[in-house]
């Protein structure tokens, strides 16, 4: 048996919080509640996409969603938090936003990473 790496999601001690279903409530609320109030929006407001490259404070904020999933992707990439690669990570980000991408991806991680 070897030991666990420290820092490792599936390390001792870490184990059983992380394997916890309060994940998977984080990422389904993270899902739910942003992409709904965007297919409210994008059904009853849409405007168009110049309407939206007009909103200066919209771009700013996908901007710095977009360099936020960036830099935790090569975080991701260069220190593995287990077993999912970390373009699963962008993926989930990209279909969910961060709030969804990071615990279900943190979820994944130590659901199989860990060996019972």
Same mark, same amino acid.
């Given at each position: 048996?070897?030991a666990?790496?420290?820092?490792?999601?599936g390390?001792?001690g870490a184990t059983?919080a $992380?394997?916890?279903?309060?994940?998977?409530a984080?990422?389904g609320?993270? $899902?739910?509640v942003? #992409?709904g %109030? +965007?297919?409210?929006?994008? +059904?009853?407001e849409? #405007?168009?996409?110049?309407?939206?490259?007009a909103?200066?404070?919209a %771009?700013?904020? %996908?901007?710095?969603?977009f360099?936020?999933?960036?830099l935790?992707?090569?975080s +991701?990439?260069k220190?593995?938090?287990?077993?999912?690669?970390?373009?699963? +990570?962008?993926?989930?980000?990209?279909?969910?936003?961060?709030?969804f991408s990071?615990p279900?991806?943190?979820?994944l #991680?130590?659901?199989?990473?860990?060996?019972?």
């Open positions: 048996m070897t666990p790496t420290a820092g490792r999601i390390a001792v059983n $992380f394997r916890s279903p309060w994940l998977l984080i990422a609320a993270g $899902f739910l942003p #992409n %109030v +965007f297919m409210v929006w994008l +059904f009853r849409w #405007n168009g996409f110049a309407a939206v490259m909103n200066h404070l %771009v700013a904020f %996908v901007l710095d969603a360099v936020a999933m960036g935790l992707a090569w +991701f990439a220190r593995p938090i287990g077993p999912v690669r970390w373009p699963w +990570f962008v993926l989930l980000s990209l279909l969910g936003g961060l709030g990071l279900l991806y943190w979820w #991680n130590a659901r199989s990473g860990v060996q019972s």
